[in-house]
């Protein structure tokens, strides 16, 4: 199962299924490209690109997706203070 693209409101848009069957998820979203044909093949390398990344969560664990910049907002967002 995988993420498809479509055209809605002149944006390239994505849905779909992906994951096990024992963690599925159901993602939607738009890639905010317009709907040219140069920015299909756009759309289609950023859908690739996110499940690329759910994957690697899955296989690898969240640690292996995390960046410093998501890392820096959790740590703030849990109350600690930067020194």
Do not use: C
Not at 21 to 50: C, H, M, W, Y
Not at 57 to 69: C, N, V
């Amino acid at each position: 199962m995988s993420l498809s693209i479509f055209r809605r409101d002149g944006f390239w848009h994505y849905r779909g299924t992906i994951g096990p069957p024992e963690r599925r998820a159901r993602l939607r979203g738009t890639t905010r490209l317009s709907d040219t044909k140069k920015n299909k093949a756009a759309a289609q390398r950023f859908v690739a690109e996110i499940e690329v990344k759910y994957w690697k969560g899955f296989l690898d664990g969240p640690a292996a997706i995390l960046t410093f910049e998501v890392a820096a907002q959790k740590y703030l967002a849990a109350g600690m203070s930067p020194r």
